[in-house]
């Protein structure tokens, strides 16, 4: 299993603050994915990385941005926060996996951010 | 596109008692399938994935699920519940086939609460 680290797990902010939600992994994944995910709902991909200076917007429209210029490192960045901005944020990284060589996604602990 | 759907929003089950947990996927090509769990407030955890070849999977914590072809369908079981069991489940199949570079498109999730 790989080892991914969020932080802050827990976040309170006011309105107009710029945060950023920090990522990192320790196996050495080149693939890295943020999940934008709404209490009792599923998980929506708001961006990924294949690798170094590689970055990608994922399926659900976001405010936010990414940067990928370590390939242990994915941080989230919000410049203004809004209150519907208020989600939880899961990052994920995978690795290839069995003799089919297929994606497998390893999830860390997220960042439950609430604006104010 | 691909789609999961998980037809069950919540269930109950007795602590000791078996469960079925469903996940039904719309997917052209052969799929690659998996099963997360997410406690409260916490990341996913992978429980076991199909990539190719038995179609009957082991997981952890003594899950198990089947792949169904003709019923388009992965459902996940475990013989007996434990009250640890109780957390949100997720089915997850990956998209896009040779090009999908990791992609997951999740179901809304089946909550699982279990009574003593």
């Known amino acids: 299993e790989a080892d991914i680290y969020q932080t802050p797990r827990y976040l309170v902010i006011g309105t107009g603050k710029k945060i950023t939600l920090e990522c990192s992994q320790t196996m050495g994944h080149d693939k890295m994915y943020w999940y934008q995910q709404d209490p009792g709902m599923e998980l929506h991909l708001i961006h990924y990385?294949?690798?170094?200076?590689?970055?990608e917007k994922g399926d659900l429209s976001s405010e936010s941005t990414v940067s990928r210029i370590r390939t242990e490192h994915f941080p989230l960045t919000l410049e203004s926060a809004r209150p519907s901005h208020t989600s939880q944020y899961l990052c994920?990284?995978?690795?290839?996996?069995?003799?089919?060589?297929?994606?497998?996604?390893?999830f860390g602990p997220g960042t439950r951010l609430t604006v104010l | 596109a691909q789609s999961v759907t998980q037809p069950d929003i919540h269930i109950t089950v007795s602590e000791g008692a078996s469960l079925e947990l469903r996940c039904n996927y719309s997917y052209g090509a052969t799929p690659y399938l998996f099963w997360y769990v997410q406690s409260p407030g916490q990341g996913l955890q992978l429980l076991l994935k199909?990539?190719?070849?038995?179609?009957l999977v082991q997981g952890i914590k003594g899950f198990e699920a089947e792949f169904k072809r003709s019923q388009s369908s992965f459902n996940l079981r475990k013989p007996s519940v434990h009250w640890s069991d109780a957390a949100e489940y997720f089915c997850?199949?990956?998209?896009?086939?040779?090009?999908?570079?990791?992609?997951?498109?999740f179901g809304q999730g089946t909550i699982l609460t279990v009574h003593p």
């Open positions: 990385s294949y690798g170094v200076n590689s970055t």
């Open positions: 199909y990539f190719s070849g038995d179609t």
């Open positions: 997850a199949v990956d998209r896009d086939g040779g090009t999908s570079y990791g992609k997951l498109t």
């Open positions: 994920a990284s995978s690795e290839l996996s069995g003799s089919s060589q297929r994606d497998t996604q390893y």
